[in-house]
């Protein structure tokens, strides 16, 4: 009867299961500490760590530097879009007369916002004002200057599609030479933007690529430091999980804080130029202010830094540990 007792006893002992919530807990705390405990290390060895770091930092501020460049270009783009004006020059055999009434008629239409007409002498004296061939010009005998309409669209009507069709258009009109509108250097200088910002993203996607590399090697080093722990610690019976786990915080933490130095270092920069930036829009009758990282664009990088750091250490992790075997 007493042998049945025991019998029972070690089999409810034997039954014991640990529940889901438990497990959960005792990994959470697992995490905490290998997380603070990783973070430390790293600071107790500020000159290896520094120096990580800021090649780290270095490789992710390029991006987010191209990042702000492109964004700042592109805003100046879009304010000149919005002032793209068109000239309509007449023919020689023209009148001022057939010119005026093209005028008028232009004034009725409700694409344009404002219409003027330049005589023959104001775009003379506007030549000679912006050419540096004034005395040149006085010795001409006629006037070789067309009559001029300018014209400004209104702001609903600013797509440079639109504005295309518009000046073929009115380049068929009677008395008309040629319809020209000044958007041709826009269109070059977007051309150069979309160059770049190809260029800006293979850059990226390299140094992407190098952070990769820099991260995975550092953690590489680390594990043959730690070669005959970790042999001792498989030995006892330690899995490959809980080896692992200090690695990848530690490529976390190098990811993350190379991002906010990063995110840091671009924002010194934009402070430094800002005020100058401001002074040259000035001379420009300009209100252009540089635009700083966005805070969305700064937590994307915490992130991609972050993500950048653990993906490197997983497969450094996963690559030098298997060759370490308990002896």
């Keep these: 009867m007493s042998n049945h007792k025991v019998s029972s006893k070690k089999s409810s002992a034997t039954s014991y299961k640990v529940s889901l919530r438990d497990r959960f807990r005792t990994a959470l705390k697992l995490h905490k500490e290998n997380s603070i405990q990783t973070l430390l290390d790293i600071l107790r060895q500020p000159t290896n760590s520094l120096m990580t770091i800021l090649v780290l930092a270095i490789a992710l501020a390029l991006p987010s530097a191209f990042y702000l460049f492109m964004t700042n270009a592109k805003?100046?783009?879009?304010?000149?879009?919005?002032?793209?004006?068109?000239?309509?020059?007449?023919?020689?055999?023209?009148?001022?007369?057939?010119?005026?009434?093209?005028?008028?008629?232009?004034?009725?239409?409700?694409?344009?916002?404002?219409?003027?007409?330049?005589?023959?002498?104001?775009?003379?004296?506007?030549?000679?004002?912006?050419?540096?061939?004034?005395?040149?010009?006085?010795?001409?005998?006629?006037?070789?200057m067309p009559y001029t309409i300018t014209l400004e669209p209104t702001a609903s009507f600013s797509d440079p599609k639109e504005l295309e069709a518009l000046a073929q258009e009115l380049a068929g009109l009677a008395q008309v030479d040629q319809a020209k509108l000044d958007s041709d250097w826009i269109k070059k200088y977007n051309s150069i933007l979309t160059i770049s910002e190809q260029i800006a993203t293979f850059v990226s996607l390299m140094l992407a690529l190098g952070v990769l590399l820099i991260v995975g090697n550092t953690i590489r080093l680390a594990i043959l430091n730690r070669r005959e722990e970790i042999q001792v610690i498989k030995l006892v019976g330690a899995t490959d999980a809980f080896i692992r786990r200090p690695f990848l915080y530690a490529g976390f933490w190098y990811g993350l804080i190379a991002a906010l130095l990063a995110a840091l270092m671009v924002n010194v920069v934009f402070v430094l130029l800002k005020q100058s930036t401001s002074q040259l829009a000035q001379l420009y009758s300009s209100e252009f202010s540089l635009l700083g990282l966005a805070p969305s664009f700064t937590l994307g990088l915490l992130v991609i830094g972050a993500l950048l750091g653990l993906i490197g250490a997983w497969v450094s992790v996963r690559k030098h540990l298997k060759d370490i075997n308990p002896q």
């Design 75 to 144: 805003a100046v783009s879009q304010s000149w879009d919005g002032g793209i004006k068109m000239a309509l020059y007449m023919e020689d055999s023209a009148t001022e007369k057939q010119a005026q009434n093209l005028l008028a008629q232009l004034n009725l239409r409700p694409e344009f916002e404002q219409v003027t007409f330049v005589t023959k002498d104001d775009a003379l004296r506007e030549f000679k004002d912006y050419s540096g061939f004034g005395d040149a010009l006085d010795y001409l005998d006629t006037n070789p």
